[in-house]
């Protein structure tokens, strides 16, 4: 609408970074605030505010009290849309600040990377993710979710039970990204190439999905669109620096002209 203001396009909120990891958090806001959010707040650690503040001016930050790691969240319930995970590493402080976020909010939460490896070390907390929520993991943070593979079938089949059992969304990244929905129902996504194998790829598509959470769209819409974009914004940066020579960077540059194609 021509009349719309920030307002209506949601806040969401960001978990991410660490001491060493802060470009994770970094590309995650570049790619939240990318998908349309009309208002971004970043929880990163203390030491991360200069690195957040210069890079993505636009983000609102929230300091952590611990310099080096998140370790707390501060009423999550304002938020339309909560993603954690680029970036947070292992220390018991990030597992206690994704304990606390899992205990309060109780709307669907896009959880990837660091958060999925501390749900996969506690399987407690795996009984407390608000439903609809979203799982992002790579083949290998899959298997530390949910065993190991004999082949693909069987890991597709291992993602449609976890996402029924959770009542959660699995997004199996890989060569055609898997969606699997807690109804039972499986997509397989058609954009994307190899040369989005590199590092920092899937902050850029936690980004995305908060941002699209937070404006509205159901845990799966979300999902799809989001996935379906990422790929493609991955497929144009291909198109103009190569598959070898393309980084993360590139794909969030290259979200506008996704929308632009999809809207044409």
Same mark, same amino acid.
């Given at each position: +609408?021509?009349?719309?203001?920030?307002?209506?396009?949601?806040?969401?909120?960001?978990?991410?970074? +660490?001491?060493?990891?802060?470009?994770? @958090?970094?590309?995650?806001? &570049?790619?939240?605030? &990318?998908?349309?959010?009309?208002?971004l707040s970043f929880h990163i650690p203390g030491n991360g505010l200069m690195i957040l503040q210069t890079?993505?001016?636009?983000?609102?930050?929230?300091?952590?009290?611990?310099?080096?790691?998140?370790? $707390?969240?501060?009423?999550?319930?304002?938020?339309?849309?909560?993603?954690?995970?680029?970036?947070?590493?292992?220390?018991?402080?990030?597992? %206690?600040?994704?304990?606390?976020?899992? %205990?309060?909010?109780? =709307?669907?939460?896009? /959880?990837?990377? %660091?958060?999925?490896? /501390?749900?996969?070390?506690?399987?407690?907390?795996? *009984?407390?993710?608000?439903?609809?929520?979203?799982?992002?993991?790579?083949?290998? *943070?899959?298997?530390?979710?949910?065993?190991?593979?004999?082949?693909?079938?069987? &890991?597709?089949?291992?993602?449609? *039970?976890?996402?029924?059992?959770?009542?959660?969304?699995?997004?199996?990244?890989?060569?055609?990204?898997?969606?699997?929905?807690?109804?039972?129902?499986?997509?397989?996504?058609?954009?994307?190439?190899?040369?989005?194998?590199?590092?920092? $790829?899937?902050?850029?598509?936690? !980004?995305?999905?908060?941002?699209?959470?937070? =404006?509205?769209?159901?845990?799966?819409? @979300?999902?799809?669109?989001?996935?379906?974009?990422?790929?493609?914004?991955? %497929?144009? @940066?291909?198109?103009?620096? $190569?598959? *070898?020579?393309? /980084? @993360?960077?590139?794909?969030?540059?290259?979200? !506008?002209?996704?929308?632009?194609?999809? =809207?044409?």
């Amino acid at each position: +609408s021509r009349f719309a203001h920030k307002g209506h396009f949601g806040h969401a909120l960001l978990l991410a970074g +660490s001491t060493g990891k802060m470009g994770a @958090a970094v590309l995650a806001a &570049r790619a939240c605030l &990318r998908s349309g959010a009309g208002l971004l707040s970043f929880h990163i650690p203390g030491n991360g505010l200069m690195i957040l503040q210069t890079a993505v001016p636009e983000a609102m930050a929230i300091p952590d009290p611990h310099p080096d790691s998140v370790s $707390s969240v501060v009423n999550p319930e304002k938020y339309n849309a909560v993603g954690i995970g680029p970036g947070i590493g292992l220390s018991p402080e990030s597992s %206690d600040c994704l304990k606390s976020l899992l %205990d309060r909010y109780t =709307q669907p939460v896009v /959880i990837d990377a %660091d958060a999925l490896n /501390i749900l996969a070390t506690d399987k407690g907390l795996q *009984e407390i993710i608000p439903a609809g929520s979203i799982l992002t993991p790579h083949p290998k *943070e899959f298997e530390r979710l949910a065993g190991v593979s004999e082949n693909d079938f069987d &890991r597709l089949h291992k993602a449609s *039970e976890l996402a029924a059992r959770l009542k959660v969304v699995i997004v199996l990244k890989g060569h055609h990204t898997l969606i699997a929905t807690p109804g039972g129902l499986c997509y397989f996504n058609n954009t994307g190439n190899a040369g989005m194998a590199t590092a920092g $790829s899937g902050d850029v598509l936690t !980004g995305v999905l908060t941002g699209l959470l937070a =404006q509205g769209y159901s845990p799966v819409e @979300a999902a799809w669109l989001g996935v379906y974009l990422h790929g493609l914004a991955g %497929d144009i @940066a291909a198109r103009e620096k $190569s598959m *070898e020579a393309m /980084i @993360a960077g590139d794909i969030v540059e290259q979200l !506008g002209e996704a929308f632009l194609r999809l =809207q044409g």
